[in-house]
């Protein structure tokens, strides 16, 4: 089965930066689609970034700039770095994961989530 476990979360400075991670187990790593997701408590995941297979890596434009996506195949890890932080990127971030065997991000629904790690920027 398909597991994602995101580390990395912790509080930090207005400015300062952190690097989040994603470790997936129980998939074939650079088949998949992975992406970087807000989800405010009760509402629905908000993408951050994702990336295809292929590199591709499209941001949302509140964090284009700021935010780097990665990922590692031989590691089975997916990183997201984070800059120039700022208090309004606080909120609880997801690893998500889509079965890109066949095709791209394009049209793919991301179906398999992490626990979540919080992220809390203070001024």
């Known amino acids: 089965q398909v597991h994602l476990v995101e580390s990395g979360g912790g509080s930090v400075q207005a400015g300062g930066s952190l690097r989040l991670s994603c470790t997936a187990s129980?998939?074939?790593?650079?088949?998949?689609?992975f992406g970087w997701f807000r989800r405010p408590p009760g509402k629905q995941y908000e993408p951050v970034a994702s990336?295809?297979?292929?590199?591709?890596?499209p941001y949302a434009d509140s964090v284009k700039g700021r935010f780097i996506i990665s990922r590692d195949n031989a590691k089975n890890s997916l990183y997201l770095q984070m800059n120039a932080l700022k208090p309004e990127d606080t909120d609880l971030y997801y690893c998500g994961a889509a079965d890109c065997t066949r095709g791209s991000l394009s049209g793919k629904l991301f179906e398999y989530w992490g626990q979540g790690t919080q992220v809390t920027v203070v001024p």
């Open positions: 990336i295809d297979k292929d590199g591709t890596a």
């Open positions: 129980g998939v074939t790593f650079s088949d998949y689609c």
